[in-house]
């Protein structure tokens, strides 16, 4: 049964909605999260984004020591002055996600970002609302579901993902299936009988999808004012610039973030631009 705590959480978080950022994961030289870069990248986005999501996968998520994990959500908190923290916890078995959501809500975190559940060593997988079902059964913390297949393999399964969005205590979807049509069915199936936001999860998909709450993704780092007004006009001139500024910082590689983070270094904003490991 969720706690009167959690049950809270859902509640402050009602109105999630526009432009959250999954932060880079700032690190010294030492391989150690910078504590003074974490500061810097907060407030260069205090005002402009609607939470922040430390340790998502352009946080580096899934590469992150426990160590890593638990600095970046801290300092995180620890800066951000009451705006959202969405803790990111790329895992992919429901105890490990448990165990990390209760550390996240012991560093203050108002919530974690979770992904489907991977394979087991056998091959097998989880179904979608099992995995999800028994994750908020023991989670002090309401969940955002990340809805991706490139890591997990997870298969698009629009009903289930339905499903797993009615659950108390989801309080959003990121959905990364860089399907404009399936973004708009899970719209669809949503519409009047489960009250969840949509955060769209790719930049070049923001205003393809009239109806979408909110976006996730790693322009908010870099230009979140841009990542609004994408949103709030839904128009072709909108999302060309945020095409164009996708090519610029070079967020269509495979080592986006580690560009994001290059930008940033350029900018002043983090120390280095180097990877978390």
Not at 67 to 72: A, Y
Not at 100 to 123: E, I, M, S, T
Not at 128 to 133: K, N
Not at 242 to 263: G, I, N, P, Q
Request: aromatic share 4%.
């Amino acid at each position: 049964m969720p706690s009167s705590d959690r049950a809270a959480a859902v509640t402050r978080l009602k109105g999630l909605r526009g432009t959250l950022v999954p932060l880079v994961t700032p690190v010294d030289g030492d391989r150690r999260v910078c504590a003074t870069s974490v500061a810097g990248l907060v407030e260069s986005l205090r005002g402009h984004v609607g939470a922040y999501v430390p340790a998502l996968s352009t946080g580096e998520g899934w590469t992150l020591t426990p160590g890593q994990w638990t600095d970046m959500v801290r300092l995180t908190v620890e800066h951000a002055a009451g705006t959202p923290v969405l803790a990111g916890v790329a895992l992919g078995d429901a105890a490990g996600v448990r165990s990390r959501a209760r550390a996240a809500a012991g560093l203050g975190a108002d919530a974690v970002v979770v992904p489907p559940p991977f394979p087991g060593p056998d091959g097998t997988r989880r179904g979608l609302v099992e995995h999800f079902a028994e994750i908020l059964d023991g989670s002090p913390l309401p969940v955002l579901v990340y809805h991706e297949h490139v890591v997990s393999g997870a298969p698009l399964d629009l009903e289930a993902l339905r499903a797993v969005c009615a659950l108390p205590g989801v309080v959003g979807v990121k959905d990364s299936s860089g399907s404009a049509d399936f973004t708009r069915g899970l719209l669809d199936v949503l519409d009047g009988g489960v009250d969840v936001p949509v955060f769209q999860g790719w930049e070049n998909l923001i205003t393809e999808v009239p109806g979408v709450q909110g976006f996730v993704g790693p322009l908010a780092n870099l230009e979140p004012s841009v990542c609004d007004e994408a949103l709030a006009a839904g128009a072709e001139d909108a999302q060309h610039r945020v095409d164009a500024l996708s090519e610029r910082y070079r967020l269509l590689t495979d080592d986006w973030y580690l560009h994001v983070k290059a930008e940033l270094v350029r900018r002043g904003v983090i120390g280095t631009a180097l990877p978390v490991d």
